[in-house]
């Protein structure tokens, strides 16, 4: 039997301040505790390792990329940070054991969890390959929660923990063309940070935070996945439809991205706060998940942002 679910009224915050009645702790001060980060090489991992850096923790930087990743290290080492490289595939759950060894191993223990390691790739959805869709889930969606999954008795071990798995906006939009699997996975990310939220919130680690990242427009080299594209799964960059999605994304990016540091701010002032929801766009964001509600509630299929942006422009006419 499916239970209804009932609106929650009133003050939300206190809704959500405490569980039970006890008050929740959050990570204040982070001087002196780990933090894993995959995709750390580049992009908003880069930005959040630099950054947890500065708040004095140690860093144990996970990556695909072994040049990229050693590179990153050595320049945190030389702002005398302490921090080490694990050259890591998420998408495969022996690496992620090994990650989690090697963190306890040389430092006996870790505070904070980012999954940030993230791909795009696609086509219009009858020319995606099943090995496509597996690489993008495998990155974005197992990656996320199979780390969740094995670090997560470390990270209860300690007084105070947290987690932050980055979505996206997509994971709360449709009607991207050719962006099926990943759209997909940050459903997916969606879905499961929320319900993982609320388990460990109000029964098996109310101690542990829990945050759910998700950037919207962000001045990295997401666009460029392909390059840790795995020999198996076709290429799509070179697709007329996918060319110009990215040329329109690329457009729009340079006009009202945010960068990497912005984005890594975002997130430490989130941790802190024990914050759930970290928002680089909260005005485009919210709007994109009340027009879901609106077409449910009229009854009319997924708008898309270019259908939406031509109503808007006959309107105005």
């Known amino acids: 039997m499916v239970q209804s679910v009932v609106p929650v009224t009133g003050d939300l915050t206190d809704a959500t301040a405490s569980s039970r ?4 702790p959050s990570m204040k001060s982070l001087t002196g505790k780990v933090a894993v980060v995959s995709g750390a090489a580049s992009g908003i991992g880069r ?31 030389a702002t005398g940070a302490d921090a080490i490289g694990v050259r890591t595939d998420v998408s495969k759950v022996d690496d992620i054991e090994a990650l989690a060894h090697r963190t306890v191993e040389e430092f006996g223990g870790v505070h ?5 390691a993230g791909v795009e790739g696609g086509a219009p ?24 999954r094995i670090f997560l008795p470390l990270l209860a071990d300690q007084d105070e ?5 980055c979505a996206s906006m997509a994971g709360f939009a449709t009607g991207l063309p050719t962006f099926h699997p990943y759209v997909s996975s940050k459903f997916a990310v969606v879905g499961m940070t929320e319900n993982l939220e609320v388990e460990l919130r109000t029964s098996t680690a109310p101690h542990v935070g829990v945050s759910l990242l998700s950037p919207g427009l962000v001045k990295t080299n997401m666009n460029r996945s392909e390059r840790n594209r795995p020999t198996d799964v076709p290429a799509t ?18 006009k009202f991205g945010v960068t990497p ?27 994109a998940f009340r027009s879901r509600l609106n077409w449910m509630e ?9 259908e939406s942006q031509q109503a808007a422009s006959s309107t105005q006419q």
């Open 298 to 306: 009229n009854g009319v299929p997924p708008i898309s942002p270019a």
């Open 112 to 116: 904070l969890l980012c999954n940030i």
């Open 125 to 148: 959805f009858g020319e995606i390959s099943r090995r496509t869709w597996e690489w993008v889930m495998g990155v974005n969606f197992w990656g996320t929660l199979d780390a969740c």
């Open 237 to 254: 960059d070179t697709q007329d439809l996918r060319r110009q999605v990215h040329a329109n994304i690329e457009e729009q990016t340079e």
């Open 161 to 165: 923990a947290h987690i932050v798995n």
């Open 21 to 24: 009645g006890r008050v929740l």
């Open 261 to 287: 540091d912005h984005v890594a701010d975002l997130v430490v002032e989130g941790v802190k706060e024990r914050r759930f929801h970290i928002l680089t766009h909260p005005g485009p964001t919210i709007d």
């Open 47 to 77: 930005a959040i390792v630099d950054r947890l850096a500065i708040e004095g923790m140690k860093v144990v930087l996970a990556d695909v990329e072994s040049g990229a990743l050693d590179a990153a290290v050595a320049e945190v080492r």
